[in-house]
């Protein structure tokens, strides 16, 4: 099936440690996105990319780091610097071009202690 | 910031129709109109998109004022599975324009 897998679904880190989250997509898509979500809230744009070995800065980039080294993957790195790291990730992606939407993964939830 | 304001939540019945509406009184010439759903602790999932027509898909239907400055949502038969809260989002359709998730409404289908 086509479509855009994130994994693990839940993860759980110590205090300290970067951790890397995993986001594929078999859509043959060009852009892909990273969003955290916090409780009650909408989205927050981290991290994109329109192409591959390119991506920029969202509203909320600081502590995150991305890479884009092949088209179907974009995994997000929350380093210790990021104060907050405890939320739900989303991954998402979308064709080039005029008038498309971005389809959605399934999450990765993160609780770092 | 969102540029669309969309109320906390609404009920509605099961078997109803559900009208979601939305305002984007800043909304400029080359911005759609889009929707999206969230189901608790799932993906967004989109249902629908417009710039000035009325449109409509197996999903729902959107309506879209003349003059732009709002819109509505509509569910035709809500069930119980449309519980989620519904994201209106405005976004020029230029490469690379992201969009902006606001808190969204919050529907309840009640049975």
Known sequence: DGGITQSPKYLFRKEGQNVTLSCEQNLNHDAMYWYRQDPGQGLRLIYYSQIVNDFQKGDIAEGYSVSREKKESFPLTVTSAQKNPTAFYLCASSRSGLSNEQYFGPGTRLTVT | ?111
């Open chain 2, 1 to 111: 910031d969102a540029k669309t304001t969309q109320p906390t939540s609404m009920d509605c019945a099961e078997g109803r129709a559900a009208n979601l509406p939305c305002n984007h009184s800043t909304i400029s010439g080359n911005e759609y109109v889009y929707w999206y759903r969230q189901i608790h602790s799932q993906g967004p999932q989109y249902i629908i998109h417009g710039l000035k027509n009325n449109e409509t898909n197996e999903m729902a239907s959107l309506i879209i004022t003349e003059d732009r400055k709002s819109s509505t949502l509509i569910l035709p038969h809500a069930t119980l599975r449309d519980t989620a809260v519904y994201y209106c989002i405005v976004r020029e359709d230029n490469y690379g324009q992201n969009f902006v998730f606001g808190p969204g409404t919050r529907l309840s289908v009640l049975p």
